[in-house]
């Protein structure tokens, strides 16, 4: 079965430097990946799409990659600031079930 | 432009009693999704809505139904609840008929079930 992992640690960095996040995946293909971020007791919001066919996005601070050969994805931000804390999620697509599988997300931490 | 609003924010039930979760959204959007998030797992989808009038299981639908009561509405119902319930109920959409375009989510409904 389709499998997303992303590290179940948190991830402390300074504030100012780069915070790079990691999701890897397992059994599949995706057409393309999304990453969101979410706050404690809030829904997910949506920050990046990146397609299978793009290398590379970038949106202001964000960065995201997407090798498909090493089936993995990262997520930098550079800059970071401390309200940059938050858990961030990665979500693939499914194949033909519609459906978005989900990684269980990072909690990082910058310290001012 | 409230978006997607979910309510209650937060229920506490008995186990075999019954409650709607409800969503609505504002934004025109055709699907809708019903996820449950745990801690240390990734959310999962318990139905969605591709358009008005179809409803379709998710990932792990059993214990739940659902009913979209027009284009803006989408409620989940639990029939008989139990302890393995508890957890964070989120509805989402988005606007197209794929499925798996950018989603958008409401703040949540906190249940616990003793």
């Known amino acids: 079965s389709q499998k997303i992992e992303q590290n179940s640690e948190a991830l402390n960095i300074q504030e100012g430097k780069t915070a790079t996040l990691t999701c890897n995946y397992t059994?599949?293909?995706?057409?393309?990946l999304q990453w969101y971020r979410q706050d404690p007791g809030r829904g997910p919001v949506f920050l990046l799409l990146?397609?299978?066919n793009e290398k590379e996005k970038r949106k202001e601070r964000l960065k995201v990659t997407f090798d498909t050969t090493l089936k993995q994805s990262l997520f930098h931000i550079t800059a970071s600031q401390p309200a940059d804390s938050a858990t961030y999620l990665c979500a693939l697509e499914e194949g033909s079930n519609y459906q978005l599988i989900w990684g269980a997300g990072t909690k990082l931490i910058i310290k001012p | 432009n409230a978006g997607v609003t979910q309510t209650p924010k937060f229920q506490v039930l008995k186990t075999g009693q019954s409650m709607t979760l409800q969503c609505a959204q504002d934004m025109n959007h055709n699907s809708m999704y019903w996820y449950r998030q745990d801690p240390g797992m990734g959310l999962r989808l318990i139905y969605y809505s591709a358009s008005e009038g179809t409803t379709d299981k998710g990932e792990v639908p059993n214990g739940y139904n659902v009913s979209r009561l027009n284009k803006r509405e989408f409620s989940l119902r639990l029939e008989s609840a139990a302890p393995s319930q508890t957890s964070v109920y989120f509805c989402?959409?988005?606007?197209?008929?794929?499925?798996?375009?950018?989603?958008?989510f409401g703040p949540g409904t906190r249940l616990l079930v003793l």
């Open positions: 990146i397609r299978e």
């Open positions: 989402a959409s988005n606007e197209g008929l794929v499925v798996k375009e950018t989603q958008y």
């Open positions: 059994n599949y293909s995706p057409a393309y």
